[in-house]
């Protein structure tokens, strides 16, 4: 059973970068399948933000692209998220995700357990 | 404002049916069969109901289901139970450029 896990620091001050790293155990990225990194602000809906193919292809929410960066380190068997001048509307709950499919996603079918990132002075 | 837009709440008696629209353009839920819909329960994480349009994943009650029409997709649950009060939402491809997009979500209370 894959099992994913947030992690990074909880607190980011205005203009800095936001890095968080999804473990991934019960499952090897290099096998296949894209991995995802959503967030949710408080009180508000799901946003997508983008998406790693287990090859490194890169897919990203154009609202969000000029800022972001998700990476894979198929050695550590994580992927991770790097989130470039931030401000307090990136204060969110952060989600890893796996999507399995092969052409194109299917759906996020496991989740890691979230953690929340406050951007605060 | 969310690309998918879904009716804020709906609600409905124990044992009852109800279904969630999430409507879309001709360039997400109109053109993929690659509608999901989530769970998402207070301080938890979103619980994948129904990918592909209509496909149930293993351990996902029967009471789930899952449709399309046109820009619009559909999940209904039948024979509602308390513990299905949560907040649902779609997902859609939507090509290689905006790639996917997210529902605003519906909150349901089981009353």
Redesign the interface.
Same mark, same amino acid.
């Given at each position: 059973q894959v099992q994913l896990q947030e992690s990074g620091p909880g607190l980011v001050k205005p203009s800095e970068t936001l890095s968080l790293t999804c473990a991934v155990s019960g499952y090897s990225i290099s096998s296949g399948y894209y991995w995802g990194w959503i967030r949710q602000p408080p009180g508000k809906g799901l946003e997508w933000i983008g998406t790693i193919y287990h090859s490194g292809n890169t897919y990203y929410n154009p609202s969000l692209k000029s800022r972001v960066t998700i990476s894979v380190d198929t050695s550590k068997n994580q992927f991770s998220l790097r989130l470039s001048s931030v401000t307090a509307a990136d204060t969110a709950v952060y989600y890893c995700a796996r999507q399995p499919g092969v052409a194109a996603p299917v759906g996020f079918d496991s989740w890691g357990q979230g953690t929340l990132v406050t951007v605060s002075s | 404002q %969310?690309a998918l837009t879904q009716p804020a709440s709906v609600s409905g008696s124990p044992g009852q049916s109800i279904t969630i629209s999430c409507t879309g353009t001709s360039s997400d839920v109109g053109s /993929?069969n @690659?509608v %999901?819909w /989530?769970q998402?329960h207070p301080g938890k994480? *979103?619980? @994948?109901m129904? %990918?592909?349009v209509g496909k149930r *994943?293993s351990g996902v009650s029967n009471r789930f289901s899952g449709s399309k029409s046109g820009n619009t997709a559909s999940l209904t649950i039948s024979g509602l139970q308390a513990e299905d009060e949560a907040d649902y /939402?779609c997902?859609s491809?939507a090509g %290689?450029?905006? /790639? @996917?997009?997210? &529902? &605003? &979500?519906t909150k349901l209370t089981v009353l």
């Open positions: - | %969310s /993929y @690659l %999901s /989530y998402q994480a *979103p619980k @994948l129904i %990918s592909e *994943p /939402y997902c491809y %290689s450029s905006t /790639y @996917l997009v997210f &529902g &605003g &979500g």
